[in-house]
């Protein structure tokens, strides 16, 4: 796969022939010199930073499993109730992605998935997006491989984001963005900001990149500026008339609910009781003392005949906990924190999750109450080594590179 490119300058060229070089034996055929382009503009044209940001992002792709993300069952709140709708393209024939983000039910999403599910989706409707674009870089050019989103947040209510199960989805779901699809996005309107927005957006935006933040125009409820702008490059005729443009839907529909997953309050008959649900699991019920530690060892040897992940699925009853994974490579002695020890709100709702493992490395999870000098936690726990067929991965690599060394 090929496509246009912008014009760059003769040193820029050797860059990108370098850095072409260095990541040849990670690249896949459809990874042309577009893509490549996009990560070194995101590390300022570093090739050293840039190489690392997109190791690290063939690894989180495989944990994912994107090559085959399409054949996933993906569950129906996520279907049916993440408000989007892709309404036609801009001048330059990009994407222009629209939300009713006010009709986004964040609590009642967080008790029908986990937050590994939610952000799998993302990463599903990304990954269409791009292909879309690239299909119109090759009538339009380059410039169509970005995205134009729209988000409307009339009356949204915000107290919902304040719960911590959804401050902590909305958090990753923004770090695994800018980690994973730099240089996507072109431009980003939010209109009818709440009085409150701007509060929850700067503590959002510490973990957007500056270039990306320059691309975010916020106006508040009441404003109309946003037509001036948007519509300077996106044709009327193909946008809502409920939002300033001229397209209804074939039911004469100004909102154009036909064309979109307009979202809406999730029934609770899809909310999933995570701490009581059926599982083929073996579940391990448990005190962990209070002032004291929980610690599960696992020794992957170097003869297994596949690639082993270790998975957890795990719930605290009334209080949270602290969770982490440290490795130690048999050989050598070298201790990696692989998750970093923190506060997880288990008690909330489950925490499930999987890395990939090394072999003749043995890995120690920890559930840590240390802290707790008033009260024991009881604790639900499944953890084990699992295939990669068993996740329905095939191709998972190790462990991602940015584990940090901790003392021996």
């Given at each position: 796969?090929?496509?246009?490119?912008?014009?760059?300058?003769?040193?820029?060229?050797?860059?990108?022939?370098?850095?072409?070089?260095?990541?040849?034996?990670?690249?896949?055929?459809?990874?042309?010199?577009?893509?490549?382009?996009?990560?070194?503009?995101?590390?300022?044209?570093?090739?050293?930073?840039?190489?690392?940001?997109?190791?690290?992002?063939?690894?989180?792709?495989?944990?994912?499993?994107?090559?085959?993300?399409?054949?996933?069952?993906?569950?129906?709140?996520?279907?049916?109730?993440?408000?989007?709708?892709?309404?036609?393209?801009?001048?330059?024939?990009?994407?222009?992605?629209?939300?009713?983000?006010?009709?986004?039910?964040?609590?009642?999403?967080?008790?029908?998935?986990?937050?590994?599910?939610?952000?799998?989706?993302?990463?599903?409707?990304?990954?269409?997006?791009?292909?879309?674009?690239?299909?119109?870089?090759?009538?339009?050019?380059?410039?169509?491989?970005?995205?134009?989103?729209?988000?409307?947040?009339?009356?949204?209510?915000?107290?919902?984001?304040?719960w911590r199960p959804a401050a902590e989805c909305v958090i990753s779901s923004v770090k695994q963005y800018e980690a994973n699809?730099?240089?996507?996005?072109?431009?980003?309107?939010?209109?009818?900001?709440?009085?409150?927005?701007?509060?929850?957006?700067?503590?959002?935006?510490?973990?957007?990149?500056?270039?990306?933040?320059?691309?975010?125009?916020i106006y508040k409820s009441g404003v109309d500026k946003w037509q001036h702008?948007?519509?300077?490059?996106?044709?009327?005729?193909?946008?809502?008339?409920?939002?300033?443009?001229?397209?209804?839907?074939?039911?004469?529909?100004?909102?154009?609910?036909?064309?979109?997953?307009?979202?809406?309050?999730?029934?609770?008959?899809?909310?999933?009781?995570?701490?009581?649900?059926?599982?083929?699991?073996?579940?391990?019920?448990?005190?962990?003392?209070?002032?004291?530690?929980?610690?599960?060892?696992?020794?992957?040897?170097?003869?297994?005949?596949?690639?082993?992940?270790?998975?957890?699925?795990?719930?605290?009853?009334?209080?949270?906990?602290?969770?982490?994974?440290?490795?130690?490579?048999?050989?050598?002695?070298?201790?990696?924190?692989?998750?970093?020890?923190?506060?997880?709100?288990?008690?909330?709702?489950?925490?499930?999750?999987?890395?990939?493992?090394?072999?003749?490395?043995?890995?120690?999870?920890?559930?840590?109450?240390?802290?707790?000098?008033?009260?024991?936690?009881?604790?639900?726990?499944?953890?084990?080594?699992?295939?990669?067929?068993?996740?329905?991965?095939?191709?998972?690599?190790?462990?991602?590179?940015?584990?940090?060394?901790?003392?021996?």
């Amino acid at each position: 796969m090929s496509g246009p490119l912008p014009e760059i300058s003769a040193e820029q060229r050797n860059t990108l022939e370098q850095f072409r070089k260095r990541m040849n034996d990670a690249l896949s055929d459809n990874d042309d010199d577009y893509f490549l382009l996009r990560w070194l503009r995101a590390r300022k044209w570093n090739l050293d930073a840039s190489e690392k940001m997109l190791r690290a992002c063939i690894k989180t792709r495989a944990m994912w499993n994107v090559d085959n993300i399409e054949k996933w069952d993906v569950p129906r709140a996520l279907r049916e109730y993440l408000p989007y709708g892709l309404m036609g393209y801009d001048n330059e024939g990009s994407p222009v992605i629209v939300c009713p983000f006010y009709n986004y039910d964040i609590w009642g999403m967080m008790h029908c998935v986990t937050r590994f599910e939610f952000q799998k989706y993302l990463v599903l409707l990304l990954e269409r997006f791009m292909k879309i674009a690239y299909e119109q870089s090759l009538v339009h050019g380059w410039k169509a491989r970005q995205l134009v989103v729209f988000f409307d947040c009339e009356s949204m209510n915000l107290k919902q984001f304040a719960w911590r199960p959804a401050a902590e989805c909305v958090i990753s779901s923004v770090k695994q963005y800018e980690a994973n699809f730099p240089e996507l996005l072109k431009m980003c309107y939010i209109i009818n900001a709440p009085k409150l927005f701007s509060v929850a957006f700067n503590i959002v935006k510490k973990f957007l990149d500056e270039n990306t933040t320059s691309k975010i125009h916020i106006y508040k409820s009441g404003v109309d500026k946003w037509q001036h702008h948007l519509f300077s490059h996106v044709d009327k005729k193909n946008f809502p008339k409920s939002w300033g443009g001229e397209l209804v839907d074939k039911n004469g529909d100004p909102q154009c609910k036909s064309m979109m997953i307009w979202g809406g309050k999730l029934p609770e008959e899809l909310y999933v009781d995570q701490s009581n649900q059926q599982s083929d699991k073996n579940f391990t019920e448990t005190q962990v003392p209070k002032g004291d530690k929980l610690k599960l060892s696992f020794k992957v040897n170097d003869d297994q005949l596949s690639q082993k992940l270790l998975s957890w699925n795990f719930r605290t009853f009334d209080y949270d906990i602290k969770f982490g994974i440290y490795s130690m490579d048999e050989k050598t002695g070298e201790k990696r924190s692989e998750v970093p020890l923190g506060t997880v709100y288990s008690n909330e709702m489950d925490e499930a999750g999987f890395i990939s493992t090394r072999s003749n490395t043995t890995y120690t999870v920890v559930f840590d109450n240390s802290a707790s000098y008033l009260r024991s936690k009881k604790l639900r726990y499944w953890v084990d080594l699992i295939s990669e067929e068993e996740e329905g991965i095939s191709e998972l690599t190790t462990q991602m590179e940015n584990t940090q060394i901790v003392p021996k």
